[in-house]
């Protein structure tokens, strides 16, 4: 800490400023979660063991609101689809409630929590947040992603 004061110190004198973003950097992005979200994602990803489990998930600009579980229409251990008919019935009950499509969320029972090949190819909505819950081993992770014409960016999740 007192080195940080020393060189904030110093930039002072010299008349610059450490100031980043009137520096033209851009904050890294942030999705929050509030507590109970998270929770009911985690049980939702469990009840799909063995296989992937996958759903919807709704909310304001970047506020997760509401978990949608969803049916996974091709129940294996490595690949998730959602029923289209079904995925535009939630998305007319999140207009309902008043709530924005923000992000799909799905499993990796026996892998980490980084999209797969498959994840990135099929992805559709680069507005989107994609959240990947790896729970396998006994061990949770979740960790949420902006995919758009084949590049992933990490987002950081506060979970509050």
């Not at 940080?4 to 450490?18: M, T």
């Not at 729970?135 to 590049?151: D, F, M, S």
Request: glycine content about 8%; some cysteine.
């Amino acid at each position: 800490m007192e080195l940080r004061k020393r060189i904030e110190s110093k930039w002072k004198l010299r008349g610059r400023n450490l100031n980043l973003r009137a520096a033209g950097a851009t904050p890294k992005e942030i999705v929050r979660m509030p507590k109970r979200v998270y929770k009911r994602m985690m049980i939702e990803v469990e009840k799909g063991l063995p296989n992937e489990a996958c759903g919807l998930i709704s909310g304001s600009m970047n506020l997760c609101q509401t978990i949608w579980p969803m049916r996974n229409t091709e129940p294996t251990p490595y690949s998730f689809a959602i029923d289209p008919d079904e995925q535009d019935h939630v998305i007319g009950e999140m207009l309902h409630k008043r709530e924005a499509f923000m992000g799909i969320y799905h499993s990796h029972p026996y892998g980490s929590p980084v999209p797969s090949k498959d994840d990135v190819t099929f992805s559709q909505f680069p507005e989107v947040y994609y959240f990947i819950a790896a729970i396998g081993g006994g061990k949770e992770e979740l960790r949420c992603y902006k995919i758009n014409n084949g590049k992933v960016k990490h987002i950081d999740i506060m979970i509050e």
